[in-house]
């Protein structure tokens, strides 16, 4: 079941980046919004976690700037999304892939 809200920890966790990182990107882009309680943590909601996900595809899959990466979130946002979702359907096809490969190798 998937959680309403993340913790920055989580979300860092799950991504393998800081959690400077995560606030850093939190000033850079205006659609990443962390909900905050009155003592200031923040929770991610699976939107935000959308956001992160669009901003590592763009910076590690795309190797754009920072910049790069906010024009093309601000302009084409869903062209983004499927993009990135057609590259981890790739990444799993050839996963299996590799395995099927391994196992006729017997």
Do not use: C, H
Not at 37 to 44: E, I, S, V
Not at 70 to 90: I, T, Y
Request: charged share 30%.
């Amino acid at each position: 079941m998937e959680k309403l809200f993340y913790s920055i920890s989580e979300v860092a966790n799950l991504f393998g980046v800081n959690q400077s990182n995560l606030r850093f990107w939190e000033n850079e882009f205006k659609e990443l919004k962390p909900k905050r309680n009155p003592k200031g943590t923040r929770f991610y909601s699976p939107e935000d976690i959308l956001v992160i996900k669009q901003i590592i595809y763009l910076t590690t899959e795309q190797k754009l700037t920072l910049e790069g990466a906010k024009r093309k979130l601000s302009q084409k946002k869903d062209v983004v999304a499927k993009q990135q979702e057609v590259v981890e359907r790739l990444k799993l096809v050839r996963t299996e892939l590799i395995g099927i490969s391994k196992a006729l190798d017997l």
